[in-house]
């Protein structure tokens, strides 16, 4: 059931995403259990504004620094995304904006949607170009424990912008490696955007679409998260007039996510319509949650999946396919295996990696029948067990 707070939350975004109107004789309750609500999902700034608009004092001063952070950080993604642009269009170098740089222009206004990062999708031959124009050029730095088996991480000392440059959409681990073949051909279903100049390509509706789906399913599957943010962003793309929804329900069903998105579905538009939903342990594991869940969560996830001894183990011997991430020389070099994994248990197990691990560790331990048991209930109901 609905906590005060959660049902004054829900009627915020109501306002924001929908124009519906406040309930009559709206009030906040608790202002700082609000705002904390908010902020584990990066929606402060929703609060704040539309506390404002409707006359109710928003005393709070990290809400009112939220929201102008909020409308500094997305002008500074687009002029950054821009810039990228025409370095990109003056050089040859195909590109495909990702994520929250798209999904900005469905907000009512684009500082609604922020994001971590600016997401950008390189052929794969050209990445390496990509990255270095943007270092030699724009003045970037990467950063190299942040990099993935799919893309790297880059960051600007002068706008404090991150910048991910993929050259796949997934990698070859766990739950990605069945989309890694569906989207392969990713590309050659990519179309001109007609406002880029020739170079700037859009994924076509089918695969943004289920791209965002598999994107949600894999925070979910990672460790226990799934935003709110995520859940608006499907509101908006299911709504989009002129969507290929033969092509998105294909898809779908060829990645195994259609009992996923119709879940997900029937969660967000009960938000949005106001009514009951139709799963309250799915509606409180969002609420409650974090926006890219939590390493509480995590820990409960892996322990259910392999046992509080195959968790802590996979914790000390990281598994081949992951070292590989962050030692790319494994990959010519197996059996340096050993020899890495006592290098980052140096170089991870810091104080605050100490800490954390350990916070995981015990969370395994401790994490009863009952909690798994409702776990697995809950990733049957989504179609994902």
């Given amino acids: 059931m609905r906590t005060p707070v959660q049902e004054e939350f829900l009627s915020i975004i109501r306002y924001e995403m929908a124009g519906t109107p406040l309930p009559d004789g ?40 939220q ?35 798209v999904m900005r ?32 050029e724009l003045g970037y730095e990467e950063w190299t424990e942040a990099n993935s088996a799919n893309h790297s991480n880059l960051y600007s000392p002068k706008s404090r912008i991150h910048v991910e440059t993929h050259w796949s959409l997934f990698h070859e681990v766990d739950s990605d490696i069945g989309y890694v073949e569906l989207f392969s051909g990713i590309w050659d279903r990519a179309v001109v955007d007609p406002a880029g100049g020739g170079h700037r390509y859009m994924l076509s509706d089918a695969d943004f679409y289920v791209y965002h789906m598999a994107h949600m399913e894999k925070h979910f599957q990672l460790s226990g998260g799934c935003s709110v943010r995520g859940l608006i962003d499907l ?3 299911d709504r989009l007039p002129g969507a290929d929804r033969e092509g998105r329900a294909k898809l779908l069903a060829e990645c195994g996510l259609s009992q996923f998105e119709d879940r997900m579905k029937k969660l967000i538009y009960a938000w949005m319509d106001g009514t009951p939903t139709e799963n309250e342990y799915l509606e409180q594991f969002v609420l409650t949650g974090y926006l890219y869940g939590d390493d509480k969560r995590k820990a409960t996830i892996n322990t259910r999946e392999k046992g509080t001894f195959g968790y802590i183990m996979q914790r000390i011997f990281m598994p081949y396919e992951y070292m590989t991430i962050a030692y790319p020389v494994l990959k010519k070099h197996p059996w340096l295996l050993p020899v890495m994994w006592v290098k980052r248990w140096g170089k991870v197990f810091d104080k605050d990696s100490r800490r954390r691990a350990g916070g995981e560790i015990k969370t395994s331990i401790k994490t009863d029948g009952q909690t798994l048991q409702e776990y697995r209930e809950l990733s049957e109901y989504l179609g994902i067990d």
């Fill in 26 to 65: 709206f009030g906040v309750a608790d202002m700082d259990a609000l705002l904390k609500l908010a902020s584990k999902q990066d929606l402060s700034h929703f609060v704040y504004d539309v506390l404002t608009k409707n006359g109710i004092a928003c005393s709070s001063e990290k809400a009112l620094k």
């Fill in 67 to 101: 929201y102008i952070a909020s409308l500094w950080r997305v002008e500074q993604m687009d002029h950054e995304l821009a810039q990228m642009s025409k370095l990109f269009q003056e050089r040859g170098i195909d590109f495909i904006p990702l994520k929250g740089s």
């Fill in 235 to 237: 509101w908006l793309l």
């Fill in 105 to 136: 222009g469905l907000y009512p206004a684009r500082w609604m949607r922020t994001s971590a990062d600016i997401d950008v999708l390189f052929r794969g031959d050209q990445e390496q170009e990509a990255k270095r124009l943007l270092m030699e």
